[in-house]
């Protein structure tokens, strides 16, 4: 009984009481994995095209390059203009292009050039929509239960992050790989319907006459002299940069180190699943602020040590077990940093904030993974992911100095009309 009170109490179940954000979680979090399917689908044709780890990394690298120039406008944008109307838009277009790569793909006539198109297009498409995305979540619930739609919206989108890999998986090596391309079109259909039949708590517009340049250079002042944001943002940008692109890299990782095909990229990302919904369920149920700090730099140095012991290991068995405990460390390291900026971010700065923080979803990790699958292809993929382990915790190092600045400034929630965190620093 004492559990079932706790869960009932729980930061699940207080922010499923509201039918809008329910609908909208789940939607998105179909939607959610169904990205991940394209990208495991992507990646896994590029690899079956080319056996390059040069490939992966820069197919990884063409998804991800619009957002280089991109995201700070994307975020400026979503804090001027009707977030739920820009997913509308966005989302329908990337139905259009996973269907028709879909349809190329199971009819054979992809080959790398084309799929390379694909790539960037579709990184263009998700690049607009990703800031908007990201803050919807908060703006369907009353003001007192921002922090539980917070936690919830973050850590399903961190299970998706290994749910839909693994989905990938079963759907290559039982069906094809342009299931995967489907699937992902089917679930943003489920998307765009709830997209309908949604309706905003809150706008938050930033009403500014200025320019769009100018709303990018003032996100970036306040997360800059933000006290708390910053390191957060720079240890969650070390990480996504040094260890997420393993599972970029993964396709090599099973045929080269384990000799595993597709059969053991299907079981490794399972592994990372499982790993990864232990981590997102805890955390979404703990339904606190407090502590956050101190468990996002935990989760990012277990995550760091697993990496670590993942490369060091060319044992199949061992590496589900590293698999394991890199889903549950990533899962919480990256949710947790998303609770701490969007619990302590103004709302009219939330979408700006946000998009410097997206870089973590695709730049990041597709930088880190074109260094290392262009080293792979000289030393194998081993010593670049045990390298950028390595690196990861140097930056810990740093990162844990910050923890009391972090804990003071993130663990509390800030007034909205506030949009400045240190005015003298800014100016």
Same mark, same amino acid.
């Given at each position: 009984?004492n559990i079932?009170?706790?869960?009932?109490?729980?930061?699940?179940v207080?922010?499923?009481?509201h039918?809008d954000?329910?609908?909208?979680?789940?939607?998105?979090?179909?939607?959610d994995?169904g990205?991940?399917?394209m990208?495991?689908?992507?990646?896994?044709?590029?690899?079956?095209?080319?056996?390059?780890?040069a490939?992966?990394g820069?197919m990884?690298?063409?998804?991800?390059?619009?957002?280089v120039?991109l995201v700070p406008?994307a975020?400026?944008?979503?804090?001027?203009?009707?977030?739920v109307?820009?997913?509308?838009?966005t989302?329908s277009i990337s139905?259009?292009?996973?269907?028709?790569l879909s349809?190329?793909?199971y009819g054979?006539y992809v080959?790398?050039?084309?799929?390379l198109t694909f790539?960037?297009?579709?990184?263009i498409?998700g690049?607009?929509s990703v800031?908007?995305r990201v803050?919807i979540g908060?703006?369907?619930v009353?003001r007192?239960?921002i922090a539980?739609?917070i936690?919830?919206?973050s850590?399903?989108?961190g299970?998706a992050?290994f749910?839909?890999?693994?989905i990938a998986?079963?759907? !290559?090596? *039982?069906f094809?790989?342009?299931?995967t391309?489907?699937g992902n079109?089917?679930?943003n259909a489920?998307?765009v319907?709830?997209?309908?039949?949604?309706?905003?708590?809150?706008?938050?517009?930033?009403?500014?006459?200025?320019?769009?340049?100018?709303?990018v250079?003032e996100? !970036?002042?306040y997360?800059?002299?933000h006290?708390?944001?910053?390191?957060?943002?720079?240890?969650?940008?070390f990480s996504?940069t040094?260890?997420?692109?393993v599972?970029?890299l993964?396709?090599?990782?099973?045929?080269?180190?384990?000799d595993?095909?597709?059969?053991?990229l299907?079981?490794?990302?399972?592994?990372?699943?499982v790993?990864?919904?232990?981590?997102s369920?805890?955390?979404a149920?703990r339904n606190?602020?407090?502590?956050m700090s101190?468990?996002f730099?935990?989760g990012?140095?277990?995550?760091?040590?697993?990496t670590l012991?993942?490369?060091?290991?060319a044992?199949?068995?061992l590496?589900?077990?590293?698999m394991?405990v890199?889903?549950c460390a990533?899962?919480?390291?990256?949710?947790?940093?998303?609770?701490l900026?969007?619990?302590?971010v103004?709302g009219?700065m939330?979408?700006r !904030?946000?998009s410097?923080?997206?870089y973590?979803?695709r730049t990041?990790?597709?930088?880190?993974?074109l260094?290392?699958g262009?080293?792979a292809n000289?030393?194998?993929f *081993?010593?670049p992911?045990? !390298?950028?382990?390595l690196?990861?915790?140097?930056?810990l190092v740093?990162a844990y100095? *910050?923890?009391?600045?972090m804990r003071?400034?993130?663990?509390?929630?800030v007034d909205?009309?506030a949009?400045s965190?240190?005015?003298?620093?800014a100016?």
């Amino acid at each position: 009984m004492n559990i079932v009170s706790r869960l009932k109490s729980g930061g699940i179940v207080r922010a499923f009481r509201h039918r809008d954000f329910a609908i909208y979680s789940i939607a998105s979090w179909c939607s959610d994995n169904g990205m991940w399917m394209m990208r495991i689908g992507m990646g896994w044709l590029t690899w079956d095209l080319t056996h390059s780890g040069a490939w992966l990394g820069s197919m990884v690298l063409a998804q991800a390059l619009p957002s280089v120039f991109l995201v700070p406008f994307a975020g400026a944008m979503a804090d001027r203009i009707d977030r739920v109307k820009i997913m509308r838009v966005t989302i329908s277009i990337s139905i259009l292009l996973a269907s028709s790569l879909s349809a190329l793909t199971y009819g054979g006539y992809v080959n790398i050039w084309t799929l390379l198109t694909f790539a960037i297009v579709h990184g263009i498409v998700g690049t607009l929509s990703v800031p908007a995305r990201v803050t919807i979540g908060p703006n369907l619930v009353p003001r007192a239960d921002i922090a539980a739609a917070i936690g919830v919206s973050s850590v399903m989108f961190g299970s998706a992050t290994f749910l839909g890999p693994a989905i990938a998986g079963i759907l !290559i090596t *039982q069906f094809s790989i342009a299931f995967t391309f489907a699937g992902n079109a089917i679930m943003n259909a489920l998307l765009v319907i709830a997209l309908w039949l949604i309706k905003v708590a809150r706008a938050e517009i930033n009403k500014s006459h200025g320019s769009i340049l100018s709303d990018v250079i003032e996100g !970036i002042k306040y997360a800059g002299t933000h006290p708390g944001i910053m390191p957060t943002l720079m240890l969650a940008t070390f990480s996504a940069t040094l260890v997420r692109p393993v599972g970029d890299l993964m396709p090599g990782i099973s045929d080269t180190v384990f000799d595993a095909g597709a059969h053991g990229l299907a079981t490794l990302m399972a592994c990372m699943g499982v790993g990864g919904m232990v981590g997102s369920f805890w955390l979404a149920n703990r339904n606190r602020i407090t502590g956050m700090s101190t468990i996002f730099l935990h989760g990012t140095t277990a995550y760091a040590l697993s990496t670590l012991a993942f490369a060091a290991s060319a044992n199949f068995t061992l590496g589900m077990i590293c698999m394991v405990v890199i889903g549950c460390a990533m899962s919480v390291s990256n949710n947790a940093s998303q609770i701490l900026i969007q619990n302590s971010v103004a709302g009219t700065m939330r979408a700006r !904030i946000m998009s410097l923080y997206s870089y973590n979803y695709r730049t990041m990790p597709a930088l880190g993974a074109l260094a290392m699958g262009w080293a792979a292809n000289l030393i194998g993929f *081993q010593i670049p992911v045990g !390298i950028g382990a390595l690196l990861l915790l140097v930056g810990l190092v740093w990162a844990y100095r *910050q923890r009391d600045a972090m804990r003071s400034s993130l663990e509390t929630i800030v007034d909205d009309a506030a949009p400045s965190v240190d005015k003298k620093a800014a100016e």
